[in-house]
């Protein structure tokens, strides 16, 4: 079960109105005492129907990942009108090459979070992606500081 602190969930929410019309898009890491840092990343395909990360912007948050031995928790985006859950393109772009489902999916261990904007009330769901494509939900448990 993934554990989010609510200012990261409510980060995750203002990325995701703040980037309307278009999807909202970036990453989660994990630092050794479990603390989250949220990254915005820009959707270079500026769309409401899709994301696609700003690949040089990931290529540095990767390094930095790297180099402060963090972990990739989430990968997240922002869904403007339909419901919290991977599209079928989201579950293709698990995968490397795209489409490739068949295979271990890029980051097997990683969630995937989504925020939904279709209510007025957002939701924040997080699933896995797994091998021939199959998605898997679990709860989101939401944490106050300092617990």
Not at 26 to 33: M, Q
Not at 114 to 136: C, I, K, N
Request: glycine share 6%; charged share 25%; with cysteine.
């Amino acid at each position: 079960m993934p554990r989010i602190p609510r200012s990261v969930l409510d980060e995750m929410i203002a990325h995701a109105r703040d980037d309307l019309p278009n999807e909202a898009c970036g990453l989660l890491h994990e630092a050794a005492g479990g603390a989250l840092e949220l990254h915005r990343v820009r959707n270079v395909a500026a769309s409401p129907y899709r994301y696609e990360m700003d690949g040089l912007a990931q290529m540095r948050l990767e390094e930095q990942r790297e180099q402060r031995s963090e972990r990739l928790f989430a990968i997240y985006h922002s869904h403007v009108a339909t419901e919290g859950r991977p599209s079928p393109t989201d579950v293709r772009m698990a995968f490397f090459p795209p489409g490739e489902v068949e295979q271990p999916p890029m980051y097997p261990e990683t969630w995937y979070v989504l925020v939904s904007l279709a209510e007025e009330s957002p939701t924040v769901r997080a699933f896995h992606v797994r091998q021939g494509g199959d998605v898997v939900e679990e709860p989101v448990e939401v944490v106050e500081a300092g617990a």
